[in-house]
């Protein structure tokens, strides 16, 4: 059902509801009595015309905000200068006073509320009688002071309520829309660990058994089948994060890596050609899903920075496990830009997530990368 649909809807159900109610006041007012109150002919049918009326206003507001709520206004005016009580013109008027403050900016929804108040006050201080119709309050015409009052309510209140509601649905909104954000960047650095990383890595081995094929067949094998693993596990890595794209349940993804994982990475590398040194001290604290795979993409951004920047030279990765987690990674400095790029960019946000720490850069002849985790988290 769309929204016109069930606006028309919506303002059929309460046009029914006011006719009725309306209908009941006249027999109750009628029949309970003793002397009641002269029926002038025909009043009752226009009554209920005017109801009718203020529920087609009621109908198309949110299309024809303004027009909808002059109509309102107009209703309660014409009940005034025939001094009939109809309760659906004022509810009219309420409903589409808050409905263009929900639609129109704030700048525009005041002298529109203004404007309007301004028509209902006079009109009803001409008219002179009021009394029954609520927008008025049902006060004396006479009342000037007690009818301006009930006219800026009647405008002020729902205009009040409907500009506060377009301000959440505005925040809810922009929030949203940062989730959404959020949500692309992280998707962003885990592709991009993916692809900086494993594929490198593949490009990396498959030069090497390239280069082995005919001088040593059996290195060569050796080699292909590290490109094989390889790339089963980047498939693997894939598929997680689609499972996670379309949020598919938890039993159908592929488990992210974190610290236990390092041994494979560090197997991977070596693979690869790099020249390692690690080092692994205590035992890791409990550490949240985000922050144990912040931990894996770390060390695997900062060895791809590495091997890329600084080919062929040695590299020291070090874990130092307590509290929290420590991890360090140098390298020799060869004259590569090794601070560029968005790999830097994606460790400092993966480490800020946790309420970590990262300092990366030049330390004497060295690159060097140190990041501390705090353990918990998500």
Not at 26 to 35: D, I, S
Not at 324 to 347: F, K, S
């Amino acid at each position: 059902m769309g929204p016109q649909v069930r606006d028309v809807a919506g303002a059929g159900a309460l046009t029914g509801f006011l006719v009725l109610g309306q209908l009941f006041v006249v027999w109750l007012v009628q029949t309970r009595q003793p002397v009641p109150p002269p029926l002038p002919p025909g009043s009752v049918v226009t009554v209920c015309l005017l109801t009718v009326a203020a529920g087609a206003a009621v109908a198309v507001r949110r299309r024809w905000p303004v027009v909808s709520l002059g109509a309102a206004t107009s209703l309660v005016l014409v009940c005034a200068a025939v001094e009939l009580s109809a309760l659906g013109p004022g509810v009219a008027l309420v409903v589409c006073a808050y409905t263009v403050a929900t639609l129109r900016p704030w700048r525009h929804t005041v002298p529109i509320l203004l404007t309007a108040a301004a028509a209902h006050a006079a009109g009803g201080i001409l008219a002179g009688s009021v009394r029954g119709l609520p927008t008025f309050w049902g006060v004396p015409g006479q009342d000037i002071d007690a009818m301006i009052t009930a006219t800026v309510a009647s405008y002020a209140i729902p205009g009040t309520v409907g500009f506060l509601v377009r301000r959440r649905r505005r925040q809810t909104v922009v929030l949203a829309a940062e989730a959404a954000a959020r949500e692309r960047g992280r998707i962003a650095r885990e592709l991009h660990d993916i692809a900086a990383h494993d594929l490198s890595a593949i490009v990396v081995q498959a030069g090497a058994a390239d280069r082995l094929v005919d001088r040593d067949p059996e290195a060569a094998k050796e080699v292909l089948r590290a490109i094989r693993g390889q790339g089963r596990g980047t498939l693997e890595a894939l598929r997680a994060l689609v499972g996670i794209m379309r949020d598919d349940d938890a039993g159908g993804r592929s488990p992210q890596p974190g610290l236990d994982r390092l041994g494979d990475l560090f197997a991977v590398a070596e693979a690869a050609g790099m020249s390692l040194t690690t080092s692994i001290t205590g035992d890791p604290p409990p550490l949240g899903h985000q922050t144990d795979l912040a931990a894996y993409r770390i060390v695997q951004e900062a060895l791809t920075n590495a091997r890329r920047h600084a080919p062929g030279a040695p590299v020291t990765v070090t874990v130092t496990c307590g509290d929290d987690v420590r991890l360090e990674i140098r390298n020799p400095l060869t004259g590569g830009e090794a601070g560029r790029g968005h790999g830097l960019a994606g460790m400092r946000e993966r480490v800020r997530q946790p309420g970590g720490t990262l300092d990366a850069g030049p330390s004497g002849s060295e690159w060097v990368v140190v990041a501390t985790l705090p353990a918990g988290g998500r």
